[in-house]
């Protein structure tokens, strides 16, 4: 359960975004907090990409604020992101088929001991991370990704998330093109970060998948955030209205808001 | 006035919580012991020591720990030494296996369920077991878990509507058949050993209310209210399968009409995905997987079952106001695949006050958990005495 009290781990204030003449992102409110599944749902085009990519400084925001733990920071590159403890699982995984788990895992931030790789720790610590994650389904951390189910790729990607001390965790359709075994696991594990007090964003179009593991609902609706509710105070039917239409009854926008 | 406990009673009573704890968490330093059980030192180290003479405990010196000063000894339960044999008997697999103190898996079989006798090919599955165990091993006991209603007072089976069982002594011939390797043999309802041991080891360490939904052929549910395993009077309780919630519904099996059964189980899900004539765990995860792909009449009938899933567990949510609710066996899929629904009709029908709280979980376990909630069984009488 998370801590009510403590700032939330993530809050963006009024953020707006547009591309040339297209406004994408309208005055976005969007908290996240610790130990907690939020899902980001809406429909294709509702801004879910791009206030991502606001959060993890590929794109700059044109306005609006970013508080991290309460403390307002400034965010213009994916290393300021890292450096907050923000990660991002994208939906392509960004796993090179060429290299074990291991040098994925480090890739582009190897540990080293003098001027050489310092592999045993860079291991033990691969293997800390999987044991963390109760992951059972991956054999040798020296396999190449090249050899690894759909799955366990996606599990690779988020251990590697997890690695660096991150406090934050975005998932972009992590289950978008797994069977449905590998969907439980998925699934299970995105769960598992969160217990283990994390913050977790999951981007997912699935409804089970989002009611299944998340503990708040925020609805995109054409570049404006129609409503951020508690999984325990909404039925599925709403959240397809707030998705599809922007407001459920006394939810999300006011139809003079909603244009 | 009763006066208070002995100085036995005491010092039973800390054995007792130290090698719990042991068995429960895994290794740990004497150190943290001290503060985890708020006993002194010195009493710590003498239990340590009596429960290591005993070859319950072994401890250790522990790896560099990187920080000054002597390192405390590390206590771990001797899970080689010290095991229990468990077994599950479900509707169409028995499985076996042989497990340590600390809830360590050291050994399992597995074969599909034979129509008639169970006991025998167990017997055969824990001798070849036995074979394996190292010198100087002790076995404590059996625990077995079965798909039925159990006696609590000696384990009989009094029903076991799918394995087409009626007062079976299943726990006694098991041990009249291995009478020098078993000094006994307990035995507890499926869903209610898995219960127990998702709440020791697994998803709901730590939570003191559960309901713990398992589903094999027909369903079922393990509750923890408390802290305490709640079984009823006799033992029977937890059949939530069968609390009717459509009076209009279909036969069930149990001589009524219109139990949950008969809208979540697996006949349901199968018929309405127009599967009659399948079964088992297969045909089940097959409709998943079917609706999953966009099978309109498999996703209907997931959407269905999820639908009256969600009826049920508000049902239980609002009786027993529990912090977590966990979907063991098929069901474990059938809500992974339809979430929705069953958190739509939760959030719809239950009281806001009873809900709040209440998570929806999948197993940590699996398909273990009815093994290791059987042997936490067979393990109760040592927890409870270590030396008796």
Not at chain 1, 227 to 236: E, G, I, L, P, R
Not at chain 2, 18 to 30: D, M
Not at chain 2, 350 to 378: I, M, N, S
Request: hydrophobic fraction near 45%.
């Amino acid at each position: 359960m998370s801590d009510t009290t403590a700032p939330p781990l993530l809050e963006l204030r009024g953020v707006n975004k547009s591309f040339g003449p297209v406004h994408v992102l309208r005055d976005v409110d969007f908290t996240v907090r610790a130990g907690e599944v939020t899902a980001l749902v809406g429909d294709n085009g509702a801004g879910k990409s791009t206030l991502v990519k606001c959060i993890s400084g590929i794109y700059t925001s044109d306005s609006g604020e970013v508080l991290v733990a309460g403390e307002r920071v400034h965010i213009h590159g994916p290393r300021d992101a890292a450096h907050h403890g923000i990660e991002i699982v994208y939906q392509d995984l960004a796993l090179c088929d060429n290299l074990d788990i291991v040098q994925n895992m480090f890739l582009g931030r190897e540990r080293l001991s003098g001027i050489i790789l310092d592999e045993p720790s860079m291991e033990e610590l691969a293997q800390k991370t999987l044991a963390g994650l109760s992951v059972r389904t991956v054999k040798s951390v020296r396999q190449l990704v090249s050899s690894l189910s759909g799955g366990q790729r996606q599990t690779v990607a988020i251990a590697k998330a997890v690695l660096w001390n991150s406090r934050l965790v975005i998932l972009d359709e992590p289950t978008a093109a797994l069977g449905v075994a590998q969907t439980a696991q998925v699934l299970e594990l995105v769960r598992r970060l969160a217990d283990n007090g994390l913050a977790v964003v999951l981007i997912s179009h699935n409804m089970n998948d989002v009611f299944a593991v998340s503990d708040r609902i925020a609805a995109l609706y054409l570049g404006r955030m129609a409503a951020q509710v508690k999984t325990t105070d909404v039925t599925h039917a709403q959240v397809v209205e707030l998705i599809t239409a922007g407001r459920s009854g006394s939810l999300g926008l006011q139809p003079e808001e909603a244009l | 006035m009763r006066a208070g406990p002995s100085q036995e009673e005491i010092r039973r009573q800390n054995l007792g919580a130290l090698l719990r704890f042991v068995h429960v968490r895994g290794q740990i330093s004497r150190a943290e012991l001290t503060s985890e059980l708020g006993l002194n030192r010195s009493t710590i180290g003498a239990l340590t020591a009596e429960l290591a003479a005993v070859g319950l405990v072994s401890e250790e010196a522990p790896r560099e720990t990187g920080r000054a000063g002597r390192p405390s000894l590390v206590v771990r339960a001797s899970s080689e030494q010290v095991y229990a044999y468990a077994a599950s008997i479900g509707v169409d697999r028995i499985s076996a296996a042989r497990i340590g103190l600390g809830g360590v898996i050291m050994d399992r079989r597995e074969a599909e369920r034979p129509a008639e006798d169970v006991v025998t090919p167990l017997r055969e599955f824990i001798e070849s077991m036995e074979a394996g165990v190292g010198p100087g091993a002790r076995c404590i006991g059996a625990g077995v878990a079965v798909c039925g209603l159990v006696r609590r007072a000696d384990g009989v089976v009094r029903l076991g509507p799918h394995l087409g069982w009626l007062d079976q002594p299943v726990g006694a011939e098991l041990r009249e058949k291995l009478p020098d390797l078993l000094p006994s043999v307990v035995v507890g309802n499926v869903a209610d050993l898995s219960a127990l041991a998702e709440h020791t080891r697994g998803s709901a360490q730590g939570c003191s209310n559960i309901i713990y939904v398992y589903s094999d052929v027909g369903i079922g549910a393990g509750i923890i209210a408390g802290g305490r395993r709640v079984t009823g009077h006799g033992g029977y309780g937890g059949e939530v399968g069968h609390m009717v919630v459509n009076p209009n519904g279909r036969p069930c099996g149990c001589g009524s009409r219109g139990c949950w059964e008969t809208e979540i189980g697996e006949e349901s899900l199968l018929r309405h995905a127009g599967r009659t004539g399948q079964l088992g765990r297969d045909a089940v995860l097959a409709v998943v997987d079917a609706a999953a792909r966009g099978d309109a009449e498999a996703q209907a009938a997931v959407r269905h079952v999820g639908d009256w899933l969600g009826f049920g567990v508000a049902n239980l949510v609002n009786i027993f106001n529990p912090e977590l609710v966990v979907f063991g066996g098929t069901m474990r899929d059938v809500y992974l695949a339809s979430a929705a629904q069953v958190r739509s009709r939760l959030n719809h029908n239950a009281l806001a006050a009873c809900r709040e709280h209440v998570r929806l979980r999948t197993p940590q376990l699996g398909d273990d958990a009815a093994l290791l909630g059987a042997a936490e069984l067979a393990f109760e009488q040592l927890l409870a005495d270590p030396l008796g």
